[in-house]
């Protein structure tokens, strides 16, 4: 079955960097979407990036705009999604989630059918 695991979270200084990884399995996804989301505590989960396995078109939030980068590498039949996070700032702090969907154009999480079970992002002032 399809399978989503994050990793790569931690602690960093606001200005720093992180990269995420989501290993993608359990199928082929020609035609779908991954995206990553988070959720602050006590706030709801929102859309952060997404690219899609075909063209390779992405799709970013506004907030993470120009400091945060999305993409796939397809090594060996390992698929695996990034999230580069750079200028890391401490509204950035955390949970983060893969998710994958078919088709483009969605960021609402309840329009993605498979998730991952999370990484938490932390940055300090």
């Not at 992180?18 to 993608?24: G, M, Q």
């Not at 952060?48 to 506004?62: E, F, H, L, N, P």
């Amino acid at each position: 079955q399809v399978q989503l695991v994050e990793s790569g979270g931690g602690l960093v200084q606001a200005g720093g960097s992180l990269r995420l990884s989501c290993a993608v399995s359990g199928g082929t996804f020609s035609s779908y979407v991954t995206g990553w989301f988070r959720q602050a505590p006590g706030k709801e989960r929102e859309f952060v990036a997404a690219i899609s396995w075909s063209a390779g078109s992405t799709r970013y939030a506004d907030s993470v705009k120009g400091r945060f980068t999305i993409s796939i590498s397809r090594d060996n039949a390992k698929n695996t999604v990034y999230l580069q996070m750079n200028s890391l700032k401490p509204e950035d702090t955390a949970d983060y989630y893969c998710a994958l969907r078919y088709g483009w154009g969605r960021t609402t999480p309840g329009e993605y059918d498979y998730w991952g079970q999370g990484t938490q992002v932390t940055v300090s002032s």
